[in-house]
């Protein structure tokens, strides 16, 4: 079987430290989307790494790591992360697998993504500018590169004949031009350090690891409420975030995904633009901000702060079939009081549990339910038992909200910060 863990928000989540922690049970880590926009949060022995396309399962020494065909791959990008690894992980390429079928970003598709932006202006999505929405495009349009590319002779006429294509659109955006050519000769020495990686029919690895019963956790990035399909278009990312992209991103059937794990924050945060009902654009927010460190791990851009949404989560687990909830960074709300959660939407006058179709067009009031603050930290919890009766109904409220249980509540940055809930 394989398992699933993904977001459940608009990412961030604390994904990368929950990988962390249950790859000691998964033989195999694998990413099955997103690209380097993602920045997936880990503290080892102390020390914070930040890692973006590699899965999250590479600091035990049993785990594979695969980047499955549905992620797009910055060479360049992928390069810099593998050189950060490996003094502390001499082994790490050893244990990393790279789907043949995945996506490649190119420089221009960097270049595309800002001029993209630039052309939008007060409209722009807030992108991460990781080239991830135009190397999506090309995937789509059938135009793209893919990892197994660079291992053809003609690599080179096919990437010529690609980046003519985007000259010409970059001509059609205007506006200031983009130094992209700048990043060409970093670009194809990562193509060759590429070359060199284990690149592998994936789906076939995958289901022969299978049918020799080893255990399989694939890795979300982003959030669900960003998935390109269900998310808060057009602010969304590329690529399908949530359950379903397991599929078709690491070409698994559906028959065999198991456990689907997904993480929501105890409050909720949103980095770019888009609609985000419960955002606090007070000083709770601001308090919020600080308490979690709400700072981006890729691009350092603040992140917007509010409270849980439950319409928005109950709306995520059901897309997605969640059958296990993980709370992380309960800590941050141990000097909040009141504590709120979202519990309807007043949608024009109306209140409804259903997320309306376009959250850009509409005007939404989250009709909130309040909870008194927890008279003990959780942070100086050692275990579920421990915590205090304020703090285990409001988990007993979302669990019942939400109709699935929590499993995991997590109480700090650390691997080992995590409550089981019995
Ligand atoms: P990801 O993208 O979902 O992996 O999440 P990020 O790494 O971008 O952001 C999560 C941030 O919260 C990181 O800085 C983590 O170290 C931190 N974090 C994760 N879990 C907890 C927790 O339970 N408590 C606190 N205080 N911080 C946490
Ligand atoms: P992890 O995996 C939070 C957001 C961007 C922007 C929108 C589109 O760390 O949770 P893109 O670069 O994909 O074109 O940006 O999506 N976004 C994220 N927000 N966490 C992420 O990843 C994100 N990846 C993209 O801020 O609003
Ligand atoms: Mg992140």
């Known amino acids: 079987m394989i398992d699933v863990l ?7 989540e604390g994904k990368g430290k929950i990988v962390d922690y249950l790859a000691a049970n998964y033989d195999i880590i694998a990413r099955f989307q997103g690209g380097p926009n ?10 914070k790494v930040v890692l973006r396309t590699i899965p999250s399962g590479v600091f035990h020494k049993h785990c594979l790591n695969l980047i499955g065909n549905g992620v797009v791959i910055d060479p360049v990008s992928l390069k ?3 050189e950060q690894l490996l003094p502390l992980q001499p082994d790490v390429l050893s244990r990393m697998f790279i789907a043949h079928r995945a996506h490649l970003i190119l420089p221009t598709h960097r270049a595309l993504d800002a001029a ?7 409209e722009k999505i807030g992108s991460t500018l990781k080239g991830i929405g135009p190397a999506y495009m090309d995937k789509t349009g059938r135009n793209g590169l893919r990892v197994g590319d660079v291992l053809s002779k003609d690599f080179k006429t096919k990437y010529d004949k690609l980046v003519a294509k985007h000259t010409d659109m ?6 200031e031009p983009i130094d992209w050519k700048q990043w060409e000769q970093p670009f194809f020495e990562a193509v060759e350090y590429l070359r060199g990686l284990q690149i592998i029919n994936s789906e076939y690895w995958l289901d022969m690891q299978l049918k020799d019963g080893k255990k399989i956790l694939a890795e ?11 998310g808060t278009y057009p602010f969304v990312t590329s690529s399908n975030t949530i359950a379903a992209g397991v599929c078709n991103g690491l070409g698994v059937a559906p028959s065999r995904i198991g456990e689907v794990y997904g993480i929501t924050k105890a409050y909720c945060t949103r980095v770019g633009s888009g609609p985000f009902p419960t955002e606090l654009h007070d000083e709770t927010g601001e308090a919020l901000r600080k308490a979690g460190n709400e700072f981006g791990a890729v691009t350092g851009r603040p992140r917007r702060c509010g409270w849980i949404d439950l319409v928005a989560l109950r709306y995520t687990v059901m897309l997605s079939g969640v059958t296990k909830l993980i709370m992380t960074k309960t800590d941050v709300l141990d000097e909040f009081n009141p504590i709120r959660a979202a519990v309807a939407y007043n949608v024009e006058g109306k209140e409804t549990r259903e997320l309306p179709y376009d959250l850009c067009s509409v005007d939404v009031t989250p009709v909130y339910e309040s909870f008194a603050g927890w008279d003990k930290p959780i942070s100086a919890c050692s275990s579920y038992d421990e915590t205090p009766q304020v703090f285990k109904d409001y988990c007993r409220f979302v669990e019942q909200y939400l ?5 995991y509540v997590s109480n700090g940055t650390g691997r080992d910060q995590l409550l089981v809930i019995p």
């Open 220 to 230: 979300g990035a982003q959030g669900s409420m960003l998935d390109i399909d269900y």
């Open 403 to 407: 109709e699935t249980k929590i499993a």
């Open 116 to 122: 993209s932006e630039n052309a939008k202006g007060s």
């Open 6 to 12: 993904l977001g459940l928000q608009w990412g961030d």
């Open 38 to 47: 993602a920045g997936h949060t880990l503290y080892v022995n102390g020390q």
């Open 80 to 82: 810099g992360e593998i």
């Open 170 to 175: 970059l001509k059609q955006y205007g506006g």
